[in-house]
């Protein structure tokens, strides 16, 4: 009842820079948080960034400084700049959606990822 369509991945250089967006649409009466996780090869699924709908952020130490977080209330997306990438950057990133739909119910919704690869 709700999809996401994510945006922006792809091959860059070390210090390079890439916009990850993500949108979400369906049975939705609203939006709480929005954020991105990310999956290296043989690794668990981890947080890189959260945004609420108050706009209250919350980023993970390995990409603070670096990465931006940002999300359009009115039309459902959510945004990640990420700067001065490195090689370690190099995973699946995972857009995830919590809110409330049409009918009353709570949602989790997962985006289907997108490869983003950081190397030389």
């Known amino acids: 009842q709700v999809q996401l369509v994510e945006s922006g991945g792809g091959l860059v250089q070390p210090g390079g820079s890439l916009r990850l967006s993500c949108a979400a649409s369906?049975?939705?009466?609203?939006?709480?948080?929005m954020g991105w996780y990310r999956q290296a090869p043989g690794e668990q699924r981890d947080l890189v960034a959260r945004?609420?709908?108050?706009?209250?952020?919350t980023y993970a130490d390995a990409v603070k400084g670096r990465f931006t977080i940002s999300r359009d209330s009115a039309k459902n997306t959510v945004s990640l700049q990420m700067n001065s990438l490195k090689p370690d950057d190099t995973a699946v990133y995972y857009c995830?959606?919590?809110?409330?739909?049409?009918?009353?119910?709570?949602?989790?919704?997962w985006g289907q990822g997108t490869q983003v690869t950081v190397s030389s």
């Open positions: 369906g049975s939705i009466f609203s939006i709480n948080a």
């Open positions: 995830k959606v919590d809110g409330r739909l049409l009918t009353g119910a709570v949602f989790t919704s």
């Open positions: 945004i609420t709908s108050g706009l209250s952020t």
